[in-house]
């Protein structure tokens, strides 16, 4: 897999261009990002915000990510390797998804709704955490359900099937939170 | 222990992470964001609302922190002739609602998932609070800080109500109704120590006024539709603030929108 | 129901207050004075700790138990006029310059790595100098005669021994090796040394005759004589 990331080098934020391509390429292999896919990342360094977002085009991906989302929130323009991580994995495993045929056929992001996006990032974050055995931080991934799906019981139970769930399908998602 | 306790001492348990306050200030990204370009007020409608409020809350926690030591420092720093023992019975009885808020916070913090120093802090609103004048001090700490707890719990409650959260909206309104007794505490001690001299009262109205703009930089707190944080006027009103004096937080705030200015050292 | 009209007692039959108490006015003015002056400096000591200790919950205990003291310097403030004191701030005072080197003493330590001997101070030394000085008064002032000071001890011993017990729960938590136990009690005899030397928080005679006390003793009148239930 090709992966490149953009800008090469950083002027803002003490990030280094070589090492995100490195995570990127671990955490697709974990994932099971098809191989011959292209993968951009591109970085908005002047951006302390934290948007990520994936792009899929053809065989190409690319990943728009503002700065602040592969920084550490305890080091100011410091990078930090587990939420990078972590981010990645939610993207990719998304990536992934719209590459399975088995997993369906899911809008467009721009046409996904909050609460489809929050159902599909705990299903992915889920998945990221048991595959690297990593924090995925399961609490504050509830918290943003929660907003989404509300704060009761049944947004719970979903969520948490969302979270432990795997080979789960789009109309999966969709059913589990009652969409 | 001595009188006056610097900023950078303020004692932590291994996970807090200290940022300085000037590193958030002159931050290189800063010059980039164009004019009016914010977070945009805090509600559900936010792709980033968890993020945000949590981030913010987090902010609360360490502001309540040091809002706790700034209250309990006033009580020892300053001698019965330099501050009279009601007003550190104020400050006392201060201590205990702050001590509240960080219990609260940090449940809080829990119940939206967030860990206990996740978040780098800066000293800024104990700096605040080191001001060796007890009317300067109390006057940028109970009226300037206090003030934008108000406008910060308000946002807070009111991000929950849309949310439908019922823990966040029931905290911050119990700490809403702590920070307007506090900012009254601050009005009440403002015209009772300045009676008789206006020069005093007149410099810790300024240095109030250096505190807000302070708070207000790139409009993170303003009356703007896309201000993170918005002016709660009524609870201002509660709390002693004039209308004069609000119209004048409100357009520092606009101005403090100006490209030329520095970020928010919160949120 | 008995007839209204019928004498009864000021007093039920299940009130055995009397009469007699050791302390004069004066004597009792004097004691809330030392009171008021002790705590005012413990509650000043806690709120400027709060800020160098790093453990949270000693940090929010320390901000509350702040206001428990402050609260109390209030009461003791408010009941010296009433004991015809007009000029509180004469009787509140240190009992003698012994207490004051103990106040000294107890608010020296700053140090983050020094919560062991700031609580050792207030909750193993100060605060059962405190509680046993205030439950000497309850027991020896006239309940009748000075009943608002009593009421006022009532709440301030409610509030100082739930203080004391999270205290000493919260010590027993952070002593953890054999040093600190060491530390721990190295302080507590360092400080208890000062305040035996002061005599305890009302200086000599917190817990018995003071040399200025002169209240009546067996002399007095007693409540048979002046009417007690019968
Ligand atoms: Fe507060
Ligand atoms: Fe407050």
Redesign the interface.
């Known amino acids: 897999m090709i992966v490149t990331v953009d800008p090469p080098a950083f002027a803002l934020v003490d990030f280094d261009a070589g090492r995100i391509a490195a995570l990127a390429a671990d955490v697709a292999a974990l994932v099971g990002v098809p191989d011959d896919l292209a993968v951009g990342i591109d970085v908005d360094e002047k951006n302390p915000f934290g948007k990520a977002w994936a792009l899929v085009d053809g065989r190409s991906v690319t990943l728009s990510v503002e700065g602040g989302a592969f920084e550490d929130p305890q080091r100011l323009r410091q990078f930090s390797e587990a939420g990078t991580r972590l981010v990645l994995g939610r993207l990719l495993f998304r990536v992934a998804d719209r590459f399975d045929p088995a997993f369906g056929d899911p809008p467009a992001d721009v046409d996904l709704t909050k609460a489809e996006h929050a159902a599909w990032d705990a299903y992915s974050l889920g998945r990221y955490a048991r595959r690297a055995g990593a924090d995925g931080g399961r609490e504050r991934r509830r918290y943003a359900f929660r907003i989404r799906h509300g704060f009761n019981d049944a947004a719970d139970r979903a969520f948490d099937q969302l979270w432990d769930g795997s080979d789960l399908t789009w109309v999966d998602l969709r059913r589990i939170c009652s969409l | 222990m001595r009188k006056s306790f610097p900023a950078e001492d303020l004692a932590r348990d291994g996970r807090f992470r200290r940022a300085r306050t000037e590193d958030r200030f002159e931050d290189p990204r800063n010059e980039f964001l164009p004019p009016g370009r914010r977070a945009g007020k805090l509600t559900p409608d936010r792709s980033d609302a968890a993020h945000a409020a949590r981030q913010l809350m987090h902010g609360i926690f360490v502001g309540e922190i040091q809002a706790l030591e700034g209250a309990g420092r006033t009580v020892w720093d300053f001698d019965d002739d330099e501050a009279p023992f009601a007003l550190k019975l104020d400050m006392a009885r201060q201590c205990w609602d702050e001590a509240r808020h960080t219990e609260m916070s940090v449940k809080l913090g829990e119940w939206m998932g967030t860990e206990v120093g996740e978040f780098a802090e800066t000293a800024f609103l104990y700096q605040a609070a080191c001001n060796p004048d007890p009317v300067l001090r109390l006057t940028g700490v109970n009226r300037a800080l206090e003030g934008l707890a108000i406008d910060v719990f308000n946002t807070m409650r009111e991000f929950g109500e849309a949310c439908s959260d019922p823990v966040l909206s029931f905290c911050e309104d119990w700490m809403l109704a702590d920070e307007v007794t506090h900012v009254k505490m601050g009005s009440d001690w403002l015209r009772r120590l300045t009676e008789n001299d206006p020069e005093r009262r007149e410099r810790a109205l300024e240095f109030q006024r250096v505190v807000d703009k302070l708070f207000s930089f790139r409009g993170f707190r303003g009356e703007a539709d896309d201000s993170p944080i918005q002016l709660a006027r009524t609870f201002r009103r509660m709390a002693g603030f004039g209308d004069t004096e609000i119209d004048t937080i409100a357009a520092d705030a606009e101005a403090g929108s100006d490209p030329e200015g520095w970020r928010a050292p919160v949120g | 129901m008995a007839d209204p009209s019928a004498p009864r007692s000021p007093f039920a039959p299940w009130d055995r207050r009397e009469l007699p108490g050791l302390f004069t006015v004066e004597e009792s003015a004097r004691r809330v004075g030392h009171y008021a002056w002790i705590e005012?400096r413990l509650?000043?000591?806690?709120?400027?700790?709060?800020?160098?200790?790093?453990?949270?919950d000693v940090?929010?205990?320390?901000?509350?138990h702040?206001?428990h003291?402050?609260?109390h310097?209030?009461l003791w403030?408010k009941r010296l006029p009433e004991l015809r004191e007009m000029r509180p701030d004469r009787l509140i005072r240190a009992p003698n310059a012994h207490l004051e080197a103990f106040v000294a003493a107890l608010?020296?330590?700053?140090a983050?790595d020094l919560t062991i001997e700031k609580l050792v101070g207030v909750f193993r030394v100060l605060l059962p100098r405190k509680i046993a000085a205030y439950s000497y008064h309850l027991a020896a002032t006239s309940r009748i005669t000075d009943a608002p000071t009593i009421r006022s001890l009532g709440f301030i011993l409610d509030d100082e021994q739930t203080d004391w017990q999270e205290g000493e729960m919260l010590l027993q938590a952070l002593i953890e090796t054999d040093e600190e136990v060491a530390r721990a009690a190295r302080r507590q005899s360092e400080l208890e040394v000062l305040i035996t030397r002061a005599g305890g928080i009302a200086g000599p005679g917190s817990l018995g005759p003071s040399s200025t006390s002169s209240g009546p003793t067996s002399s007095g009148p007693t409540s048979q004589t002046v009417g007690a239930a019968s």
């Open positions: 005012m509650f000043e000591a806690l709120g400027g700790w709060v800020a160098t200790v790093p453990e949270l940090k929010t205990t320390l901000g509350r702040c206001y003291h402050a609260w310097a209030e403030h608010t020296e330590p700053e983050p």
